[in-house]
């Protein structure tokens, strides 16, 4: 595999940095602050082609591969994780779904709009008492006719308000049984269908993060993708996709805070000389700069196989597992630091530290991370 960007990476990475510099950097701690979720700034984002990164061109969308899907979320996190997180779960999750699984009339209805950033997707799987237990999930479809009746609750959804259309997997079968969760696309609008309680979070908190309602929802079987009980399948596949994308969200806020804790320690004096000079301060670097790279490296090799169309569940795991922990560890480190500075809001690594969290527990916990590859590697 070649480790060195493309001009296309290049130029990605140059437009979405000035991007995030022009347009999210000036407002992300008033939202991070207030839980404003800024949809304008997705749809300005749509312009740029960013909102269906991976969707093809004959549906409006950029038509790229992984490499480039990833230079985009990195970038975004770099300077805010919420953003680069809602443009992860709208990519990835949704989109992503329907792309790979929608027929084409369902593909060409809703990714022109997804794309376009006209319409924000949403995704739903976890409920309260089902996060990693999903196949025991309590939200039922039941057919009706041509109809299918839907009840129940999601939790944790991202853009659960604001999100013009859902994807949501609801369970068709009896509990713990094979094939018993079947995917749908619901429009925001529906009867029967409202959000809920509004997560008010640790960090991420200008991605909004809301339950999803279903009352007797009743949507036309024509709203359903793929076979009756192929949901739970269809989510594992999105999935692999998805840890990418986290891989990718944890990748840039690790960039940021170190980029962030390597410029504080050459302009920090202590004793008459810059910080840096301390082998404390350094080694604290060298270990930043060292983990980032092993990230990127299982990153790049989950998204090579993602673009060949090779199975490669293990392999998004590990980046997935591997990029969320040390951004976190890095996160730490450059609180560290910056000191007493670090812990105060007029620098930019405590929102690191506190952002970074969600990404060793999102799409699968770090747990079910060593899971999905231990099984991979005791059944090889």
Not at 79 to 108: P, R
Not at 250 to 271: D, I, P, T, V
Request: proline fraction near 2%; hydrophobic fraction near 40%; aromatic fraction near 10%.
């Amino acid at each position: 595999m070649d480790f060195q960007y493309t001009d296309t990476q290049l130029q990605i990475a140059d437009m979405v940095r000035d991007f995030a510099n022009k347009h999210i950097r000036p407002d992300m701690m008033k939202w991070d602050e207030e839980q404003i979720f800024p949809v304008e700034l997705f749809k300005q984002m749509g312009e740029l082609g960013l909102m269906g990164v991976l969707v093809p061109t004959e549906y409006g969308g950029s038509g790229l591969g992984y490499f480039e899907y990833v230079t985009v979320i990195s970038e975004i996190a770099k300077v805010c994780g919420s953003i680069g997180l809602s443009t992860a779960a709208h990519n990835s999750l949704c989109t992503g779904h329907i792309l790979t699984f929608g027929n084409e009339e369902q593909k060409k209805k809703y990714l022109p709009k997804l794309a376009s950033g006209e319409w924000i997707g949403a995704w739903g799987l976890t409920e309260a008492n089902t996060g990693s237990d999903a196949g025991n999930m309590r939200c039922t479809a039941v057919k009706d006719g041509n109809e299918w009746v839907i009840n129940g609750t999601k939790n944790w959804i991202t853009h659960g308000k604001s999100g013009n259309v859902a994807v949501v997997l609801a369970r068709t079968g009896e509990p713990r049984t094979k094939s018993n969760v079947t995917a749908f696309i619901v429009e925001r609008g529906t009867p029967g269908f409202s959000a809920g309680k509004k997560e008010n979070k640790l960090g991420m908190r200008a991605s909004e993060t809301t339950e999803l309602i279903f009352d007797n929802c009743r949507i036309p079987d024509s709203q359903r993708m793929g076979e009756v009980g192929d949901g739970f399948r269809q989510a594992m596949k999105v999935l692999d996709g998805g840890r990418i994308s986290i891989a990718a969200l944890a990748l840039g806020m690790a960039q940021g805070a170190y980029e962030a804790s390597l410029k504080y320690s050459k302009e920090r004096e202590q004793f008459d000389q810059p910080i840096a000079n301390f082998q404390a301060i350094a080694f604290k670097l060298a270990d930043m700069y060292a983990k980032i790279s092993a990230a990127e490296a299982l990153i790049y090799q989950a998204a090579d196989l993602k673009n060949r169309g090779e199975k490669m569940s293990k392999e998004s795991a590990m980046a997935k597992y591997y990029a969320s922990e040390i951004s976190v560890q890095i996160a730490t480190d450059a609180v560290q630091i910056f000191g007493g500075y670090g812990y105060t809001k007029d620098f930019p690594v405590e929102k690191y530290y506190r952002d970074s969290k969600l990404c060793t527990i999102g799409e699968g916990t770090s747990e079910i991370q060593k899971l999905v590859i231990s099984r991979d590697i005791l059944n090889a």
